[in-house]
DNA sequence: CTTGTATGGTTCGATATCGTACTATAAGAT
DNA sequence: ATCTTATAGTACGATATCGAACCATACAAG
C-alpha cells in the first residue's frame, strides 16, 4: 500500500499525498454531481444548474467568456451549456452594446425560480451531511480547499 | 457553537458552507483532469489513466462492476471507458472462470509503461505544487477528503 | 485608413457520459 | 427441475465535452 518513501527522494511520497488528494477530489466531485443530477429534472446537469446559481448570487449580465472562465471549461462548453439554458427558457442572451463581438446573459424568472426550487430541493441532503461532516472540518476543509483551487487555476 | 449571519435558521449558513465546499471542489477536480489530459497522448482520458493507476496500485486481475465501482461510474460507462483501453492495447479482457456472466481485467506491457510514462510526466507539475500548498496542508486536507467521501459514498 | 493581431463567440466533428433496455448467467426457493 | 429474483455486462440513443477551425469585431501600429 505505501510506497517506498526512501529518505533520499521524499518527493515521490509527496508527490503521491497530492495525487491521493487530487483523487479524493475527483471522486468527491463524481459523486456530488451524480447527488445533484438525480435531483434535477428535464436533463438539467450540474453545469445549467451552476450557471444559474453562479447569477442568482454574484449578480447577472454576465459574459459567457467570464462563466467559462469562473467555471473553467474551455469556452466551446460554456457556448453549449447557455444554448441549452437558453432553449429552456431559463436564460436570455442579449448582445453587448459595449463590445459588438460580446453577448451578455440575464436570468429570466423562470431560470431564477428553478435555481430556486433546486437548491430548496438539494439543501436537506447537504443539511444531513453536516453533522456527519463536522462543521469545523467544513470550516478547516474551505481554506485548503480555496488554496489548492487557486494554486491550480495559476499553473495551468 | 455558531455565529450565523441567520440566527433564526443557522442551518441556511451551514448549507451555504457545504455548497461552497463541493463548488470548490468541483472546480479542482475540472481544473486537474483538464491538466492530466493536456499530459496523455492519443486522446486519453483521466478515466483511462485512472483505470491503470488503479489496476497499477492495487493489482489487476479485477472486474468491470469492481471498477466502477471504485470510481463511482455507473457501470456503462466503465464498459465504454474499458472498451476504449482494450482497442489501444492497454489492457485485456478475459472471462472470469469463476462466473460466466463476468470478465476480468489485466493490464498489458503497454499499459503499464504508458501509465509510468504518464506518472512520470505529470509528476514535475504535482511536485511542484508541493511548496506552495505546503504538505502540511496537503496532509491535512486528505483525511477531510476521505471522510466526505466516504459520507458521500454512503449517502447516495 | 490600412494592416496585423488579439479577443468573443459559434460551428463542427470526435469522443465521453450515462440512463434505459436488453441478454445471459447465478443463486435461492419451492 | 422450475420459477423467481439478482447480478455482470453490453447495445443503443441522447446529450455533454472539448479541440480545431472559423467568423466578426476590437485594437494597436504604422
Redesign the pocket.
Known sequence: MKRSATPDNPEISDAQLMFDVLNEIGIIS?LS??LL??RLQD??????FGVLNHMVRLGDGC??????RAFQ????????????LEKRGLIT?AP?P????????YLTDAGRDLRNIAISTIAPDVIAMIPQFGRDDANAALPLLRKLRVLLDEAR
Open positions: 463524481q454531481r451524480a443530477e438525480s436533463g438539467l446537469t450540474q453545469q445549467h459574459t459567457p467568456l467570464g462563466l467559462a471549461v474551455p469556452k466551446t462548453s460554456m457556448s453549449h451549456t447557455l444554448a441549452g442572451m453587448n459595449d463590445d459588438g463581438r460580446g453577448k451578455l446573459i
